[in-house]
């Protein structure tokens, strides 16, 4: 029999590893393990952990749909991993590959509790658009990519001649195993599964998306105050959508080209995280002691006296939710205006934001300050409030969140407050001098 580990795949259908599964023709048992350390400081009370948990309640009830078992663990994969294969006979664990430091320790210490008890493991790459190693054999390069735009043109000729299609194999059609799980009493969850909201269905969102504002995406992506983007995002991390499913309903409707550059780009990111070595140590090999934690707390609370910056930041602790023309200025303005490490405004990224991805988050926060392989220059330092006026040119996204500026005019309400803790134009120029350091340290 196998065991097939879910992990950020919380779905039913079009997986890799439900595709080796049938492939096979074998027995299989399923689990999701809910991982304390994933959790840590209360994580299940926080925008990104309740996202997870509402797409595991999910999965939860679409197994039972099916009528197939679906176990729930809750412990450090290895001691799960350890006490299953104690008890059952399996000869081969299935899971699909992650890229964070963390899930490569992870995984190699579950590799190592399979040889003990003398199973394969297996990891299948799912969440990317392209097949790594294919697609460097492709490009003949020697070396990775390192700028987007000629990796951008390389992955869609790599997906023309090699496409990825969604796969027709869903839960149904596997050999589900109807074993029941003895786990101990360490193994329960401390929690209901219950106490978290089920994830609404993202095909729907998907459908109405591509069928509609797909069009208008290119034009229209920046003016957060119209909700041009699709919000699949959340689905997606917890892998209750797959990029597959997004990609080939997107790739033959007229003008979806920015909104699959999107997706490529997530790609790149991944892509980055396998192989730039220092993807997840720049702050190490950057002196950043030039930069300090002064002003963290006023930026985290939406009290920095810049209109855009603490609306989107109310926004973000409310709900989770932040458009990405927010969180790239919020992310610069933290950075550069604010002269704060990245790494701050990233963990606090971690906890608050609904679609948090450790991968896509760093390489995007390390972009706004303008380190690592693909950043912005150091000099770039948008300025917060000339881009609220042309992104949200009625102060309309101010005002839901700002109520206290709503009594303000159209060109009043973008102005900095006559508190706010910084002088734009003073705090770029400082800024400049300070990352212009900070990137020849390297
Ligand atoms: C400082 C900062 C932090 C970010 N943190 C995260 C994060 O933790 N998790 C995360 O998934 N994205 C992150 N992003 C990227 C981006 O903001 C979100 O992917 C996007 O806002 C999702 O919105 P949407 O669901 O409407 O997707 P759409 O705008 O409809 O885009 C479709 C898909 O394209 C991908 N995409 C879009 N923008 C980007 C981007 N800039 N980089 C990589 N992929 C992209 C996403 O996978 C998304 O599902 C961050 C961006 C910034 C500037």
Known sequence: MKLFIHRKDLRTHDLAGFDY??????????????DPFLLRKHREKEHSGINFLGHAHRLMRQYHKHQRELHIAYGKPEDVLDAILEQYEIDEVVAHRDFTPYARERDRKLAHVAKQHGAEFTLLLDHMMIHVEPFTDF???????KVFSAFHRKWLDFLDTNPNPVSPVSLGELKVSKQKLELSE??????????????DDPQSKLEQFVKGKIKDYGEERDYYAIDPSSELNPHLVAGALSVREMYSSAIDREQSEEWIRQIAFRDFYLYQAIYDENYFQYEKKYDLSALDDRH?????????????????????NETGCMHNRL????????TKNLQCPFTLGEQYFRRKLLDYDNIINRGNWMWCASLGVNASPYFRVVNAVTQSAKYDPEGDYIRQWLPELKHLSAKEIHQPRPDAIVDLKKSRAAAIDVYKGIVNSL
Do not use: C
């Not at 599964?21 to 809910?34: D, N, P, R, T, V």
């Not at 193994?187 to 909201?197: Q, S, V």
């Open 21 to 34: 599964l049938k492939e096979s023709g074998a027995e299989s048992l399923h689990l999701l393990i809910i």
């Open 139 to 145: 490009t003949g390069k020697d070396g990775y990519y």
């Open 186 to 199: 360490q193994f329960k969850l401390p929690f209901a599964m219950d106490d978290f909201k089920p994830a």
């Open 296 to 316: 963290f707390e006023a930026w985290y609370k939406g009290e920095t006296g810049i209109p855009v910056i603490d609306a989107s930041m109310r926004q973000l």
């Open 327 to 334: 969180r790239i200025l919020s992310a610069m303005f933290l």
